[in-house]
């Protein structure tokens, strides 16, 4: 009976005809042709039935039942899937209700993707996902190319291979066996309530979805198509060559000429285009970075992901940087637009609607770079406009009031000039001397480059990635910067080495520490022997690092060593970290939290308004034209409970379209 049900496990399979990689879930789910194949389920952890939608078994009525029953929790690895598909094929089912094991993965330290997770977790082999799963989807879950061999059709169903559809039900039915070991595994490292709260709001918004100017896209990419086929005709009359955008083919034309280049990566081709080089082969080289321009695919992702309302849906990732919980941009990739420095907008904006090429090249020159600044522009409100505000310097915020950087926080309790309050400690010159017009402005891009990169420990090769010396600074002078500051945040410093050796200290002793309201332990359970370095943080959130230990590292020193994914390789493996990276850690993880509070309050406060999408520290709100940026920004500053003392501070202003100010 429903009445004794708990808990309801299940994962589904699938067909659309949308690539759900390029579309993402929910216009995937909103196609015509979409259907459930196969419903998978398990009851309270116990044996698991599988339904064949597909050939016209039906769920059982007290599995519908218990799909929106909340007394009944259902289970499923990236549970958002699930919920909205079945919603879609009209099974009703309330987000409230569910509980992602994909999601409690992230929040322990491991990867995405159920086959890499239990993997990851040690999971025996009877109870990992069947590798045979990609191949299955691909047959039955997409469309397929018209063939002789095939008959011409489009599609293959179970009566196309009735062994492989066989396989294809043990693979569903294996998924719930897995799904169910990794949450036995994870339970006993719950998430705080706060933070399934945040999980179902963030679905909610990513459901909504955010509306696309599509006049403008369509035009944006009519233009690029013309400006691209008048440039690739251009290098065509000057190299001869049947395809000169071909690396195949450019790499031997420029070798005749005596220009010796290894590939036409981007920043082979840049490096290139410094030197002294014959007018036709640096032409021939700019086109090609032309061509090769990245930015113009964000309309393409906006063109493709855009559903039958023009609302692009599930541009955000919830807990997509599991180190710190941090969102992750999906599909256009919202994390890392282009900034927008043209001061005419509006007119820009016109000039591309109408598919002005001419009154593009006229006023602003470099069509292609305009088109990348407009990218912003293609979002548009359904209300009255966009209230866009952001946290002002959260993460100098959260490092000066962790570290008790006292000089620091009373700059952010008054005029807020950090950089030119930076360069002041920095070079002992008063702050007031700092300004433009004054020689001492050279300065503040000093301090400025110093308090963006040098607070995680970083030393002269922070510097350099922060593009120190493409900024004017020398390589002589960056050692002196690095002392400069270091003497200015004494207590920042100080804050790398107590989070270092209190961390090696608990790894050494197993007893944890508490400190600064942070709190630094070894969690285990000895059934599956899962060990955890954790950092409680000031909100009560945990950071997990899994199977951590000591070794030496690339200096030959003790160090923490724990299981994460690569940044680089994407692969499960080794990692080391310091005092200054676990600072990192920390700050932005106290930084995302205190986003993840003011998001909360700004869903409560203002409910005629739309909270649509947040990027960075950023949020943007479609929003009636009563409500004043002064009182979102108002909410964004607000004291925090568990961070007494840190002062938060909150700048925007209104648009009639996405833009940076």
Same mark, same amino acid.
């Given at each position: ?70 007394? !009944? ?9 699930? $919920? ?80 492989? $559809? ?102 082979? !081709? ?20 032309? %061509? ?7 309309? !393409? ?35 890392? %637009? ?21 009154? *593009? ?12 600044? *407009? ?136 007893? =944890? ?12 359970? *000895? ?44 692969? $499960? ?13 920390? !700050? ?35 929003? =009636? ?37």
């Amino acid at each position: 009976m429903v009445m004794l049900m708990k808990h309801l496990s299940i994962d589904i399979e699938t067909y659309s005809d949308e690539p759900i990689g390029k579309t993402g879930l929910y216009k995937y789910a909103q196609s015509d042709a979409f259907e459930i194949l196969l419903f998978a389920y398990s009851i309270d952890f116990g044996e698991v039935h599988l339904i064949d939608l597909a050939q016209g078994e039906e769920i059982p009525r007290d599995i519908i039942d218990a799909l929106n029953n909340e007394g !009944v929790t259902k289970h499923a690895y990236n549970a958002p899937f699930e $919920w909205y598909c079945l919603n879609r094929a009209g099974y009703e089912t309330a987000i409230e209700q569910w509980q992602d094991t994909m999601f409690h993965g992230l929040y322990c330290g491991y990867t995405a993707g159920l086959e890499a997770t239990g993997k990851a977790l040690g999971l025996p082999s009877d109870k990992q996902k069947l590798s045979a799963g990609k191949a299955l989807i691909r047959y039955f879950c997409v469309p397929c190319n018209p063939t002789r061999s095939n008959g011409q059709r489009n599609r293959n169903l179970p009566a196309h291979d009735l062994d492989r $559809w066989e396989l294809f039900k043990e693979y569903c039915i294996q998924d719930v066996i897995t799904e169910m070991e990794i949450y036995n595994r994870l339970r006993l490292f719950p998430i705080p309530e706060k933070e399934q709260k945040s999980w179902i709001r963030d679905i909610k918004m990513n459901s909504k979805g955010i509306m696309v100017d599509v006049d403008f896209i369509n035009s944006v990419l009519y233009i690029n198509d013309v400006i691209d086929t008048e440039m690739l005709q251009e290098a065509i009359s000057i190299t001869k060559l049947d395809n000169p955008n071909s690396t195949a083919q450019l790499l031997p034309w420029l070798n005749e000429r005596g220009i010796e280049m290894e590939n036409m990566q981007k920043g082979t !081709v840049s490096s290139e285009l410094e030197k002294d080089l014959p007018e036709d082969i640096k032409r021939v080289l700019e086109i090609r970075q032309e %061509l090769s321009k990245t930015s113009i695919k964000k309309y !393409v992702a906006m063109d493709v992901a855009k559903g039958k309302d023009n609302r692009v849906r599930g541009l955000l990732q919830f807990y997509g940087a599991n180190r710190t919980g941090r969102w992750a941009g999906r599909l256009v990739q919202m994390q890392n %637009l282009p900034r927008n420095y043209i001061g005419t907008l509006d007119e820009a904006r016109r000039l591309a609607k109408s598919k002005n090429i001419e009154g *593009l090249e006229l006023i602003y020159g470099n069509v292609s770079d305009t088109l990348s600044q *407009l990218i912003r522009t293609a979002f548009i409100p359904t209300k009255d406009k966009f209230i866009v505000a952001d946290f002002s310097a959260i993460e100098a915020r959260v490092i000066a009031w962790l570290a008790d950087e006292r000089w620091v926080q009373d700059v952010f309790a008054s005029h807020g000039k950090i950089y030119e309050a930076t360069a002041s400690q920095m070079f002992g010159v008063p702050i007031e001397k700092i300004t433009r017009g004054n020689p001492e402005y050279d300065l503040r891009q000093k301090g400025k480059i110093a308090q963006l990169a040098l607070g995680y420990q970083g030393s002269v090769g922070a510097l350099k990635a922060m593009n120190a010396l493409e900024m004017g600074l020398t390589e002589e002078e960056l050692p002196d910067i690095v002392h400069r500051w270091r003497n200015a945040n004494s207590n920042i410093v100080s804050l790398w080495y107590e989070i270092g050796e209190n961390a090696m200290a608990v790894m050494y002793d197993s007893q =944890p520490i508490s400190f600064r309201g942070l709190t630094f332990a070894i969690e285990s359970e *000895l059934i599956y022997g899962q060990d955890f370095f954790t950092v409680t943080l000031p909100s009560k959130r945990k950071l997990f690092y899994p199977k951590p230990f000591i070794k030496d590292n690339a200096f030959g020193r003790p160090a923490l060593h724990y299981y994460g994914i690569n940044q680089q390789t994407k692969k $499960w493996q080794e990692e080391s970290t310091y005092g200054g990276k676990l600072t990192e850690n920390i !700050v932005q993880a106290i930084a995302r939290d205190c986003l993840a509070l003011s998001i909360n309050r700004i869903i409560d406060r203002f409910e005629q308004a739309d909270l649509l999408m947040h990027v960075h520290d950023e949020v943007i709100m479609d929003s =009636p034209e009563e409500l004043t940026v002064e009182e979102v920004c108002n909410v964004l500053g607000e004291s925090i409970d568990w961070a007494p003392g840190l002062i938060l501070k909150a700048d925007g202003f209104e648009c009639s379209y996405y833009q940076k100010d």
